[in-house]
C-alpha cells in the first residue's frame, strides 16, 4: 500500500483565496482525521469520519472550513476564503477501527502559507 | 472531554543516555489507549508505541518502553540508549490518536 497521500505537498495562495487539500487514505481503513499543526497550537483535530460520515466536527476553526468524504477512498477539506492565520502544515491521517486502539498512519502533510 | 499534558517543551540529553519523556492525561473513559509518536525534522508522524488502559504489562518496542502508571495517570516514554538519530519531535496522544500533547523537542548530543 502507497500510505495516506495528500496533495498538494505545498501550497501559497493570497488571502480571500479558495484552497482544497485532498486526501487519500489507505484502502480498507474505516476512519479518517484531518489535523492542523501550528508551532503555537500545536497538532488540533479538526474533524474526523466514520465509514464517510462525519463523527466530530467541533474542531472546525469556523464556518469557511469545509470537510467532504464523498467515498472511502477520498475526503477534501476546503477553505473559503482564506487567511493569513489559516497558514498551518494540514495531516490527514487514518486507521481501522476507532475503539481507541487504533494506531494513525498520517499521510506527508500539505504545507499551505496564506499571503 | 480527553486531555493530554507534557510539560517538557525541549530536552538535550547526550548520546547513549536513557530519556524519558513525561506524558500526563485525563480522561473519563474507562477504556483507553495511549499512544507516542515521533515527529523528525522532515515533518513526518511516525507510531512508536501503544498501551492499552487494561494492559498490566508495560508496553516496550525495541529500544522504546513505555511506563504507565494508571493511578497517577501518567505514560511516560522511556528511550534507551539514545542515538543522533532519536531527535525529534514526540507527542503523547490519547484515544485513538485522536487528542495529541503540545509535544516535547528532543535534541540528541554527541
Partial sequence: DAGVIQSPRHEVTEMGQEVTLRCKPISGHDYLFWYRQTMMRGLELLIYFNNNVPIDDSGMPEDRFSAKMPNASFSTLKIQPSEPRDSAVYFCASSLGGSGANVLTFGAGSRLTVL | ?110
Fill in chain 2, 1 to 110: 472531554a480527553q486531555k493530554i499534558t507534557q510539560t517538557q517543551p525541549g530536552m538535550f540529553v547526550q548520546e547513549k543516555e536513557a530519556v524519558t519523556l513525561d506524558c500526563t492525561y485525563d480522561t473519563s473513559d474507562q477504556s483507553y489507549g495511549l499512544f507516542w509518536y515521533k515527529q523528525p525534522s522532515s515533518g513526518e508522524m511516525i507510531f512508536l508505541i501503544y498501551q492499552g488502559s487494561y494492559d498490566e504489562q508495560n508496553a516496550t518496542e525495541g529500544r522504546y518502553s513505555l511506563n504507565f502508571q494508571k493511578a497517577r495517570k501518567s505514560a511516560n516514554l522511556v528511550i534507551s540508549a539514545s542515538q543522533l538519530g532519536d531527535s525529534a519531535m514526540y507527542f503523547c496522544a490519547i484515544g485513538g490518536g485522536i487528542i495529541f500533547g503540545k509535544g516535547t523537542r528532543l535534541h540528541i548530543l554527541p
